[in-house]
């Protein structure tokens, strides 16, 4: 192996520092494995604390008739039953426990009148299992889990991005490439297994909540790698992003307005939601406004507001009625809390969205409507994974939280997010240390690391070649606009067409020669995931001809049971290509399927 190289080594290294990653960093070193968490960005900037509104488990504090049955039951419907159902049981089982666990490590959760953790509730959730504080309960989470971390003593390597997974002569990970943000030199980091932890794709779409990390590296990794990727095809718009000023367009709006009473209107005034309550739904779902009104006033007894639908539902609505001419002048809807709750009451529970509006809009939400429409948010696709370990299809890389597939099927439910974080981190922490523990020490050749560091020089050496903030430009307005909320064949193939395009010119894009600090590099070789994983949407996007929960399709508008809604996609990268296959869907045992039947008690 070459010398010259910066090298660490660790029996696991964990490639992401958000919830996930960090769940499962503490629990590789509570098992004895050395560990290292490496993060494109710093310690504590998570993407997590982009979930505001609450962590779903099912305690039953609120509604000591919630049980894990119902959750499960709740979870896949919303995922419109394409979830791996050992996963969704799984989460629904343990969630609680590990929401138990992180106040025991320090988490300062709201309480209910009697002193236990307070739970809300959440579009898709039949009961209220949201357990949060305030409207910023990720950045809890992630506080917390720094904070235990920390004192365990985990290594952590910050603003460093991976450039390449390694391999030991068997094909099995022995590791990963990167190089150094601020420095620009390169750094290699021997392991025995990898987590990969590193979030969403959402920065190829030109609208979204998804901060700048989120290129999909751990989903392009893991493809180059030789894993498998699902459900690459279903992309979340959340209902409710910012539009306006410009400088804040896509910023997240918590569903926990609408969980405390929000309620969503169009430009006429009109509580649209009532038009457009699916067939699954209908029988728990309020169909008139005093119906509503009751349930917001007492919880029992009365069917839910439509306002908290599940959020592909939401979102296909808003964007109808903007498409009907019923938007508003900036092209969403009005989201209204303030005629339902005194203005004491919002910034208690939503003291994040007052001064998020207040500051950045000049919209005081405790006498005025915010103004919203759906934003590039989640991504249900990911690694394919074992569900009891995490484990991809290549050993020695496992991978969780949203970098994983399986979990969300089609569609995600508000704050599944946070509990699939510390759920399945934990799980990918402890199967990758039980792997570590076996494997043999791993051996990179230098011809790997020689290749990886050329091809991330490239862009530097380039001389004349297209800035690669105008291709990323121009990869995100043909996502936003060919692959967003609604999908059509023509749209789809055109938008392959430009990713072909787009990769043209991404491979003769140039960045200044300086490695310190340059910008233009970093995009460039971001490009490189972006286009991948992209053109796994789009292709996947294609094949799937149906519409269910986060992909619709205007040329088959609705889902087709008898074919697709017993299928997996499967997506994966050989020699430079991506194919996409049909795979049958776990079968679920008898006992479970019975609870769809009726609802669970």
């Not at 005629?339 to 207040?358: A, E, N, T």
């Not at 043209?504 to 600090?517: F, G, L, N």
């Amino acid at each position: 192996m070459a010398t010259d190289y910066e090298t660490y080594e660790f029996d696991v290294i964990v490639i992401g520092a958000g919830g996930a990653g960090l769940r499962a960093a503490i629990e590789s070193m509570s098992e004895g494995a050395s560990t290292a968490v490496i993060t494109k960005s710093l310690l504590g900037k998570a993407h997590t604390v982009m979930a505001e509104g609450g962590i779903a488990a099912s305690m039953g504090n609120v509604y000591p008739e919630d049980n894990w049955k119902v959750h499960f039951r709740d979870t896949m419907r919303g995922g419109k039953m394409l979830n791996n159902w050992r996963m969704a049981q799984l989460h629904a089982q343990e969630a609680p426990d590990r929401v138990l666990e992180l106040e025991e490590w320090g988490a300062v959760f709201d309480r209910t009148a009697d002193g236990r953790i307070s739970q809300r509730d959440f579009g898709g959730h039949r009961y209220a299992r949201l357990a949060h504080v305030g409207d910023r309960t990720g950045l809890e989470m992630i506080r917390t889990l720094q904070q235990r971390s920390v004192a365990m003593g985990l290594t952590v390597f910050a603003e460093c991005t991976i450039l390449r997974l390694l391999h030991n002569e068997d094909g099995s990970i022995a590791g990963a490439m990167g190089y150094w943000r601020a420095s620009g030199s390169f750094v290699v980091f021997k392991a025995k297994a990898v987590v990969l932890a590193t979030g969403g794709i959402g920065r190829s779409w030109k609208v979204t909540s998804n901060s700048w990390e989120c290129t999909g590296d751990g989903h392009a990794l893991a493809a180059w790698a030789g894993a498998d990727l699902i459900d690459m095809e279903f992309v979340q718009f959340h209902p409710t992003g910012m539009v306006w000023p410009v400088s804040v367009k896509g910023l997240l709006v918590t569903e926990g307005v609408r969980g405390d009473g929000g309620t969503l209107r169009n430009s006429q005034g009109e509580r649209f939601m009532f038009n457009y309550i699916p067939e699954m739904f209908k029988s728990e779902t309020a169909d008139t406004e005093e119906e509503a009104d009751r349930w917001y006033t007492d919880k029992k007894g009365a069917r839910r507001t439509p306002d908290l639908l599940p959020r592909d539902e939401v979102a296909r609505a808003i964007n109808s009625e903007v498409k009907a001419g019923r938007g508003t002048p900036h092209g969403g809807v009005y989201l209204d809390i303030f005629s339902r709750r005194d203005p004491d009451y919002i910034r208690r529970r939503l003291p994040s969205m007052y001064h998020q509006f207040k500051e950045l809009a000049g919209v005081d939400i405790t006498r005025e409507p915010m103004e919203i429409a759906p934003t590039c948010h989640y991504f249900m696709g990911g690694v394919r994974v074992n569900p009891e370990t995490q484990a991809s299809t290549v050993p020695g890389l496992f991978a969780c939280g949203e970098a994983a597939g399986g979990m969300h099927g089609s569609n995600r439910l508000g704050g599944n997010s946070l509990s699939d974080l510390v759920v399945f981190g934990r799980r990918a922490g402890l199967g990758a240390s039980e792997y570590a523990s076996s494997a043999k020490a791993p051996v990179v050749s230098g011809g790997q690391l020689s290749s990886i560091a050329s091809e991330g020089e490239a862009p530097l050496s380039r001389n004349g070649g297209e800035n690669p903030f105008d291709v990323l430009h121009d990869l995100q307005d043909s996502m936003h606009s060919l692959v967003g909320i609604i999908r059509t064949e023509a749209e789809l193939a055109e938008a392959l067409e430009k990713l072909s395009e787009f990769d043209e010119r991404a491979a003769k894009a140039s960045a200044a020669p300086s490695r310190q600090y340059n910008t233009g590099w970093h995009h460039a070789l971001d490009l490189r995931c972006q286009l991948t994983v992209t053109r796994c949407v789009a292709m996947a996007a294609r094949a799937r001809k149906e519409s269910r929960g986060g992909h619709t399709r205007d040329d088959f508008p609705g889902p087709d049971k008898e074919h697709f809604g017993k299928i997996n996609l499967v997506c994966r990268y050989r020699d430079g290509e991506v194919t996409v296959t049909e795979e049958p869907l776990p079968q679920m045992p008898a006992e479970l399927a019975t609870l769809f039947e009726e609802t669970p008690k």
